[in-house]
Every structure is written in C-alpha cells, then in structure tokens.
C-alpha cells in the first residue's frame, strides 16, 4: 500500500506510515514512535487556533494526555513558526458508524468504517510570536529533547530549574525558581484531599530538591525550613533513610539529579510530656536532635503574647477583643521576673493578689481576681468596660488554661534549649499532634512573628527562609480575622521581599484567604475533591485536568507556574527519608542538642532552694 501523503498548502508535503502487520504492541496501543518522529497530522475537520489544534494520529502511532507535541507552520516571505503544546484530551470514534449498535456489525466486518484517533492539543509557545493557526496536512511529532525544553521554557529557565518530579515522558519536570525565591514571585500553595493528595510529601520533597539541585548555590548551607507538623509524628524522622526505598525508587533521584538521601541537619522541638518536671519532650519515636519547648510567663508577659491566646478566627468579632491589648499591655509594663526560671509577679495589684506567678493557671486566677473587682478593673481597662465583656473575656480566659499549661509555665526546672528556633539546623520541625487545637494555633502564630521579626532585623532577604504549614485553611480562612491570619497575610504579601517563603497546604484552598492564595505563584493540586475541583480557585486547572485530579493516585501532582500556561502533571519519587517508624533506617543527622546537666538533681523542682538529703 502507498504512503498517505498530504499537502499543507506552503509547497510542504509530509508522509505517515499506514499500519503494518505486527505493529500493533500488545497493549493494544500501537507501536510506540521513537524519539521526535511523527505521529499524525492536524486534521481539517477541526478548526485549528493558534492556541488549539487538534492531530489525526496515524493507524501505528498514539498520543496520551500531557505528551509534548510539535509542529510548524511555513509563510511566504517569513520564518517557519514552531507550535508546540501538550495533549490536553485524546477521543477514538468509528468513521462511517451512524448508530451505537453499529459497533457490532463493523467488528464483525458486515459494515465498512475506520478507526479515527484524534488528540487535542493546547498550545504552550509559539516560536516566534507570529499567532497563526497550524494548516490542517500539518506533520505533528512528538517533542524530545531540546524542542521538549522550548515548548515548556525549561530553556528560559537557566540555572533557576528546580526538579519536581518526572512527566508522563518519564523526562524532569522542573518549576522556575525566580518564582519561588521572590525575585519574580513568591510561596507555593498545596492543594488536596487529606491522606490521599500527599500534600507534606511533596512539599518535604520540594525542599529536598530545593537544597540539593543547586539553585541555592553556597547559600544552601544557611537557607532554613521551618516545617509545623500537625498530624501524628509523620515528620519527625527526616534525617532518617527509608528502609522501603527501593532501586527503582533511588533511579528516580537520579534522573532528577537529586540525590536519594534523606535530610541531613534536622532539628525537632516538641512540647513537654504531661507531668514530666524534667521538661521531656513529648515524643515517642524520635530520641535524636529534639528538645522541648514553652514559654515562661516572664516572656508571655514580656512579648505581649495574650492576643494569641484568643486565635481563634471569630474571636475578633467578640465585643471583649478591646481588653486583649489593654491587659497584655498592663503585663508588659508591671510584670517583674522573679529568679532565673521565668516566674513572674505583677506590681500595683491588690495585696491579696500579689504573689510570684509560675503557672498559667496562676496568672489566670490573678486576672480573674483583679477584673471581677469593679474597684480594681479601672487599672487593667480604660473607659468603662462593660460587665459582660470583661466576664466574657474571663471565660475565654480561663478555657485556655488547660491547652495552654503544657507551653505557657515557669515550673520547670529544666535548664538545657527551650525556646523554637531556626538557628541550629536547616530544618527546623515543631511537632504540634500532641497539642489541643487552640494551642496549635498558639504556637504556630507566636513562632511565626517570632522568625519574621527575626528575618526583618537581619536587614537582607537572603538566606531564604521556607515556612511549610499544613491545614492552612484553618489558620488563615476566608472569613473572620485573627492575629495568626494577619501573619499570614504579612507573609503572603511582604515576605518575598523579607526571604520568608511560605510552602502551604490545605484540603480546601477555596477556604483559605484570597489574598494569600493570590500571591502564590506556583500552585500545586494532588487528588481533589469532586465537588472542591469545581471551585474557582482551581480555575488554572483545564478541565480535562480537573477531572483527573478528582482520581489521581498519590504521587500525582498538577503543577501550575506562571512561565507556562498549561498545568504539568509530575509524578514526584517516593520519599528518601522516614515517614513513619516503621520505615526508619539509620539516621544520618546532627545531634547539637541539649546535653545532660552536670548536676542530677538540678531536674527536680525547688533544689536550688533545698539543702541536699545528705
């Protein structure tokens, strides 16, 4: 049989190969074509755009969603102008068949009609910028190589490549990390369904690649993560080999150019176990590199820290939000330390109420005893209170006092580092899991002012500092207002220019604030909910891709940067480190923490005070 020509009306005619005998592959698909051979032509019967065509594939060849394709166009008179796109849906039809039923009778040879295969293809660059439509004849191939790296802009990127995983080709996929560092944009946003999406994953991922891939240069060393861990102790075992990587696994790495290691400096903070006087950080798994953390009452008073007491987002609708400052203010200016454990008491307070503060609880009751007094609150709040606020105040007040005990307390005898910092790893993990929510959220917003007021008194953007934060729809939702969201924002908008760059993740980024979402440049999507997939938030998305996104399986990312503007879809490796105990394999960490107190006595509460038993 002859070959198929057609003519694509510039003098240019290109030929596709017919089916063979024994070129159909066992999958059914065809034979695969080689590298940047031909697959098919634009057909006619499909009106092709300068920004959508579709390809008539030929009997041995085929397309699948998100391969790279590419064609010319040729004018008179004008460079030849290269289009190149990704398969963005792929539809097989019966030519001649009329009805459903007629499938029957065209397999069983009683009635002719042909097999028709057609790709859609939307355009990701056109080469030069002459926006006309390919001619239907035109020859398609498949992008390999350098015209894969153009019709992506990987070749714009230069050495601004991150890897984030590998495409459908099994070729690297990399994001742009001008529009990561803040020189062109800023911050990442994850979206997906919790436990299936894989949010942390490849978030912990995109800071593996991010140190190793070279885009940091020599400030690799000195660039910080500061990674919150909300759900279970997942996150704790980052300096840890996975025992389930396997070779296929640690190929992976290595054509992304990473290496398959796990994260080597690694600091872990956690809050103190219950009833523990020696300050042991609550963890169960992890005895490496982990030190407990919490807040004495002297820098609870000292930091004005009581605003973050009352996190929660419909707080600041609360007509008692007023007396928030007035009493963090009056603690700030009265409340004298006492010895060297963070004890406190406040001066100009009723004499029955004076006494050295070392509990939460203790503070509290003192609040309590001066407000309820219509003759002492005049002291702590200005104006005229009314009754109602200051009880509902009260309240609020003392429900905070069991969440908050375990990290806002002056009774520890503990000696060794205490206070959540960035400055002794790489990356830091605050372990949050074993914490009610309303002290999550204590932490996380006092942590988070505490680094950015950090990064502000450095005077310079670089080194960078990544911020991951999981559930960020329920730190910063759409609604309400609250001194955590206010961060938040101040990040989103300010940080680029501070180096705070924030990696969030969330089930719902319809429910997270607008103006954090917007400022992200590189938005990510895993597995979706059917009915979140249709929100506008997820507008980047095309639809083909929000459909899949509703059944992908984990590992499967959809990632959206400004550079192109069609989603690429990436399968990320199998993390390198542990993430979860029973995958723990030897730990190639750093170990600076707190070392033993010289004195064995000096973990029991009131020794310095005590003369010993002997």
Known sequence: MADVRQDDGDGLSAAVAPATAGATAANGHGAPVGPGQQVGLVVGTVPATPLKFSVGLAADQY?????????????????????????????????????????????????????????????????????????????????????????????????????????????????????????????????????????????????????????????????????????????????????????????????????????????????????????????????????????TLAEFAEQELLPFVFADAEDERAQYTMLIGQVAARLRRDAAPVGTDGAIQVANVDPANAQVLRTFDNLVSLLEAELADDTLRPQWVAGSSATGSVNAFLRRLRSSVKPLSAIVRSDLAYRGERSVTTSKAQVTVVDLHNLPDRAQRFVVGVTLRQELARKERSGTARPLMFVVLDELNKYAPREGDSPIKQILLDVAERGRSLGVILVGAQQTASEVERRIVANCSIRVAGRLDAAEATRPEYGYLPPSQRARAT????????????????????????????????????????????????????????????????
Request: net charge negative; charged share 20%; aromatic share 10%.
């Open 63 to 295: 397309l699948q969603l998100d391969d790279i394709v590419v064609t010319r166009r040729v004018m008179r008179g004008q460079p030849p102008v290269q289009l190149a796109g990704i398969v963005t849906n792929v539809e097989a039809a019966h030519e001649g068949a009329r009805f459903s039923s007629d499938v029957f009778l065209i397999q069983a040879g009683a009635l002719p009609a042909e097999v028709s295969e057609v790709a859609e293809v939307t355009v990701t660059r056109v080469e030069p910028e002459v926006y006309v439509p390919p001619r239907p004849g035109a020859p398609v191939s498949r992008a390999t190589g350098p015209q894969r790296d153009s019709a992506l802009y990987f070749d714009e990127m230069g050495d601004a490549k991150v890897p984030v995983g590998l495409g459908r080709d099994g070729q690297p996929v990399f994001v742009n990390f001008e529009f990561v560092d803040g020189t062109r944009g800023g911050h990442v946003s994850i979206s997906g369904v919790s436990g299936i999406a894989t949010k942390t994953s490849f978030a912990t991922f995109l800071l593996h690649s991010m140190f190793n891939c070279g885009v940091l240069a020599g400030e690799a060393h000195n660039t910080k993560a500061l990674i919150f861990s909300v759900k279970g102790e997942d996150l704790l075992f980052l300096d840890y080999t996975n025992r389930r990587l396997t070779a296929d696994q640690r190929a992976s790495y290595v054509a992304l150019g990473l290496p398959p290691t796990p994260f080597r400096n690694v600091q872990v903070f956690a809050p103190p176990r219950p009833g523990d006087s020696s300050g042991t950080p609550n963890v169960a798994a992890r005895d490496k590199a982990v030190n407990p953390f919490y807040w």
């Open 551 to 614: 059944l992908a399986k984990p590992g499967t990312m959809f990632v959206s940067q400004p550079d192109i503007p069609v989603p690429l879809v990436v399968e990320f490796p199998f993390p390198a480190w542990a993430t979860r105990p029973t995958e723990k394999g030897t730990w190639v960490g750093v170990d600076d923490g707190p070392k033993p107190p010289d004195d064995p006595f000096a973990t029991i509460p009131g020794a310095d005070g005590d003369a010993p038993p002997f």
